[in-house]
């Protein structure tokens, strides 16, 4: 009952029709989807989600194509856990962790690539092209492998293990380019139009956001239609940020939830700051990030090709952008595990980080109701935290099995 | 509405009373918990289900305690997937995986432990500790984290990395063993008493098994409550296997499916078959395997504990114990990844092989639904997969972003 009405460049406001297939606009701003709301206000009721399925998939009016058009690994309606004890020890007792870790793929990025993939598909792409830090790669070749299509990964060189050999098993050409994220971008966009590739990355076709926003949609449906007070967001390019967004005016929309709207909190690295430097400055757009370095490998992204939206969130959400070191992000995740049980990716520690920071400058308070989004499991990335485990030889006493205990 | 009645040993049949804390049978079989179905039966009705949570405790009826009472990181409800690529490739149209890569912890074995460490807590026992090839002790480390219980690991030295990370960022105290699971079992029975452990070795505490037999109720009910004519699992120790059996004869017992079982399938790696030797043997128990080794790490267990009710269920279903070469799990595991976007564990590979040489060999025919057991994701140790995908120089073309193209 709802498709797609418009394509709308989010940073110039140029209308594109609809299912089209263009990628990005061109002026370079990322296209967002439209839909009829005013019309599916009243016809899509909430109370009728208890029997829809436990996917993403249940907001199928939201999304561009019908559950039976989806390539589907059955992404979505991850938990949504209560840290009681992570909030006891930072201090705000109502303190809920968003596990995309639990995702197909190990992260939220399935979301986006089930959408995105799905579309090409219905637009009888076959060749798919993604610039990628790891995981939105990782997601690509997986869909595209179940979608039998052809998938085309350009990665950093040092790219996490497991992101590189997720994509290899599940078929996908891999180039590892002696850059970053930006250059894989660059390198699509110059050879696209001559091999014949969609391009899938971050803000170039318009439906990776939309399956994105389905976290959004998630977080108000596990709380009760209630809107929290923050979410706090590891951010690289910002797609993630800029869906659970867009999916709470949405909700407005249909009437499901009111107009209050949480304050969004941009989690970055200290190596790899663009947007908090932005936002320090009250500037409109964000600078190229020389240098850029983090073990959260997800937040290596210099610039993003959505900063001016991003920035617009959150000075409209009277959110922030706060930075966190390597080490803090890993404490953080340890914390994250040892307390609660979830082995978050770096990126997810880093906004444990910047809640405890948030909490201890007094922007948030400890009466307010606070989401973390964990967007991806440590596992996609485990030697990064190797690095405070290192493995013991084996003495003598070892051998009879820990009479001294090794920590 | 169904808290256990009863505690059986598996083996000799001795009755223990419900609740207790018996490690085992003082023969050394298994405690398997009894419920009063034929009471349950007409009460608890199949058409409530709808409305349960997406995740195991909808069953909690059949589940030792109630859902407000556990220790929960969302576990189970995975997706059983269609695979309809691969079943193309193999041989059979009506073929399934179901993905447990999807739960916490990236495997099975997080609904075995939500289980046994909620349980463990009721109990009012602090110290954990597990034998285990990896997925288990890292599963019962990420629970006893979120139950703020201690948590002991005994694995293998050589276990795979993200084993050993998963349970060191839990807070876990780990030793790595110069040995085998069968030299950490032992190490537990025998230091528990004097550090007043609780043993959640598989077959020892008998809440672990109640967790896993979701497995099986999540099957019948996500194919409408039917039994598929085969289900292949890839057995270490067993547990799932014993745990999904039961769960069959439970939902006769509650009248929500009837007399149709599967061939049960036993998957076992060619460098540790003890079931498979047994099995061809028409053995009651099986010997130990000396010398086993495979790179699926969740399949080197020498003997189970509960190798004769194992080889009981076999026989009793009419299935079969197979062996997997190292080599033919890895390359059917990528045939998963590369046709249906499914990233999974050697031991899920395993099955793939499995379920391909027992169509090819007539055992299984192709009018046949075969459901397979992908027991955890391929995360959890990419290392096996990487051998097949060495990262390549760079060279100047490569440089250009892969003008030669590097399978």
Not at 132 to 156: I, K, Q
Not at 189 to 215: C, H, L, N, Q
Request: aromatic fraction near 8%; glycine fraction near 12%.
């Amino acid at each position: 009952m709802g498709h797609p009405l418009s394509l709308t460049c989010g940073r110039c406001g140029r209308d594109f029709p609809p299912d089209s297939a263009a990628v990005g606009c061109v002026c370079g701003g990322p296209l967002l989807v439209g839909y009829d709301f005013p019309n599916l206000r009243g016809r899509w009721k909430k109370e009728n989600l208890a029997a829809e399925p436990a996917n993403m998939w249940r907001y199928a009016p939201a999304l561009p194509l019908e559950p039976d058009e989806s390539v589907t690994l059955g992404e979505g309606w991850t938990p949504l856990l209560r840290t009681a004890r992570l909030g006891a020890q930072i201090g705000v007792p109502n303190l809920w962790v968003k596990d995309e870790g639990q995702n197909p793929t190990g992260s939220f990025e399935a979301r986006g690539q089930t959408c995105a993939v799905s579309m090409a598909k219905k637009s009888g792409f076959h060749k798919l092209a993604i610039a990628s830090t790891g995981n939105a790669a990782g997601a690509l070749s997986a869909y595209a492998a179940a979608a039998g299509l052809e998938a085309r990964v350009f990665m950093p060189r040092d790219v996490p293990q497991a992101n590189f050999c997720e994509c290899k098993s599940a078929g996908a050409v891999v180039t590892l380019v002696d850059g970053l994220i930006g250059d894989c971008t660059r390198i699509i966009s110059e050879r696209a139009p001559g091999e014949g590739w969609y391009d899938m990355s971050a803000f170039k076709e318009p439906y990776r956001v939309e399956g994105e926003k389905t976290i959004g949609y998630e977080i108000a449906e596990q709380l009760g239609w209630h809107v929290p007070d923050a979410i706090v967001y590891p951010c690289g390019a910002g797609a993630g940020l800029i869906a659970i967004w867009r999916a709470l005016s949405e909700l407005e929309q249909l009437g499901w939830i009111g107009a209050k709207r949480p304050k969004m909190i941009a989690v970055q690295a200290e190596g790899c700051q663009p947007i908090v430097r932005a936002f320090e400055q009250h500037a409109r757009e964000s600078a190229f990030w020389p240098g850029a370095h983090t073990v959260a490998s997800g937040l290596r992204v210099p610039q993003s090709g959505a900063d001016s939206l991003v920035l617009q969130i959150l000075y409209e959400s009277q959110g922030m952008a706060v930075p966190v070191s390597d080490s803090h992000m890993i404490d953080a995740g340890l914390q994250l595990a040892s307390l609660e049980g979830i082995f978050a990716s770096p990126a997810g520690g880093a906004c444990v980080a910047a809640a405890h920071k948030l909490l201890q400058s007094g922007f948030l308070s400890p009466q307010e109701e606070i989401v973390i989004l964990n967007t991806g499991s440590g596992l996609k990335d485990p030697a990064v935290f190797s690095t405070r485990f290192p493995r013991l030889g084996s003495g003598e006493q070892d051998k009879l099995g820990g009479l001294i205990t090794p920590r």
